[in-house]
């Protein structure tokens, strides 16, 4: 007899994007697709200093058990780190630790999610977030999207339609768009969430790496502009893309009954989250090495970014069109087509691939409707010289495309 696994499995499949990390063996391969921070940002003295202290100052604390929401001294420097970007009034009892940020989206997924729910995403949104919410059973609807983050007055007019469990956004150099939303959406996201009654879902684990200006506050630090807003927000955080993923230090600030009842869940899937790395993270915070991590970071990232989106252009030309990112690690890009010119990403991946250059296509990026014409590029791992050889290598890979190439050639 085989295994008889639970239905929820055959609403989602396995992620396109880990499958294409399988065709990156090959030496020599230049890779764009990996939508994580490089590693030799990492502050690695700063670590080591403070899972030291978190071994000499409280041993017993780092290495036992510990509470499902979080160690205590963590919560109260994430609460002063959020205090710090402009979030007033939240206490340490308002947030819980998660392992990630992931977990938190999971366990929203679990809480709120009931077989045929309907929930709100962008077109496109974190492919992660596409799978988590369909294993729970939900049915997801997609919100349009711009340069400047997802079209408010569309979003209104699927919320009065779809009356929707939650609306998930990612407001600040999302994944993968690199979108920054703007100060005027922000506010009226809030508005939608208390004007119907919908719980609004922010992720931000993006949102320190700005390489200018700073972006407009959080829609967590735009609650108290919107009176009763605040009740029907859940603000998700990570430390993952900023001090390292390997932590799995996030947190969720939440209304006190989905909390308590996520806390619960919580208990179910892993009792709490690493006490080691949850110590080790609170010294860090506590020393208070963070904002130069930060300026290290975005300046490094500015750089690459810039000369990627330079190369584009210089390449490939009218071949393609983005929006130049202000933050995060990701260029959003169209292939237009131009000139009879290769238009479909999965076609132009597979091309690539052959010419030794790795970037991740946009499909599997949408919930419903996918543009097939769309690519994200990450220039965070790799160094200019190597974005400048990527791209070239791009233009011998549009070049040696056959017209108008479809992907009903080729799948990645």
Not at 109 to 135: H, N, W
Not at 155 to 172: C, D, G, N, R, S
Not at 335 to 341: D, F, I, P, V
Not at 347 to 353: D, G, L, N, Q, Y
Request: glycine share 10%.
């Amino acid at each position: 007899m085989p295994l008889q696994f639970a239905d929820r499995l055959n609403n989602v499949e396995t992620s396109a994007i880990r499958e294409l990390f399988k065709l990156l063996g090959k030496p020599g391969i230049i890779s764009f697709a990996g939508g994580f921070p490089d590693s030799a940002m990492f502050d690695v003295e700063g670590i080591r200093e403070a899972s030291s202290l978190a071994l000499s100052q409280e041993p017993g604390a780092a290495l036992q058990y510990g509470a499902t929401e979080g160690y205590g001294p963590l919560r109260e420097q994430l609460a002063q780190f959020m205090g710090q970007k402009g979030v007033t009034g939240l206490s340490p009892d308002q947030l819980i630790v998660t392992t990630g940020s992931q977990q938190a989206l999971d366990l929203i997924g679990k809480t709120m999610i009931s077989p045929g729910d309907k929930v709100i995403v962008e077109g496109p949104t974190f492919l992660a977030t596409i799978q988590c919410f369909r294993l729970y059973g939900a049915e997801l609807i997609s919100a349009p999207v711009d340069g400047h983050g997802v079209d408010t007055e569309a979003l209104e007019k699927l919320i009065a339609e779809h009356q929707p469990k939650f609306v998930y956004v990612i407001p600040t150099f999302g994944n993968p768009t690199g979108a920054l939303l703007t100060l005027e959406r922000r506010k009226k996201l809030l508005e939608l969430a208390v004007k119907y009654q919908t719980l609004m879902v922010e992720d931000d684990p993006y949102g320190d790496l700005y390489f200018k200006d700073e972006p407009p506050p959080s829609l967590l630090a735009l609650s108290d502009q919107v009176p009763g807003s605040r009740d029907w927000l859940v603000h998700c955080g990570s430390l993952s893309k900023v001090l390292s993923p390997g932590l799995r230090v996030g947190w969720m600030i939440a209304p006190a009954e989905l909390l308590s009842r996520a806390v619960m869940c919580k208990q179910f899937s892993d009792a709490h989250t690493s006490t080691f790395a949850q110590a080790t993270a609170a010294q860090y915070l506590k020393a208070g090495r963070m904002p130069a991590t930060l300026d290290k970071v975005r300046q490094v990232y500015a750089v690459r970014a810039q000369t990627m989106c330079d190369a584009l252009r210089k390449d490939l030309g009218d071949a393609i069109s983005f929006v130049q990112p202000q933050g995060g690690l990701f260029v959003w890009a169209s292939l237009t087509g131009a000139g009879g010119q290769v238009n479909d990403g999965n076609a132009f991946a597979k091309m690539a691939i052959d010419k030794g250059v790795a970037f991740v296509p946009g499909a599997p990026f949408y919930c419903q409707n996918p543009n097939h014409s769309t690519l994200r590029f990450s220039f965070a791992t790799v160094g200019e010289d190597k974005i400048l050889e990527g791209v070239d290598r791009l233009k011998q890979a549009m070049h040696s495309a056959p017209p108008n190439s479809s992907a009903s050639s080729v799948s990645v």
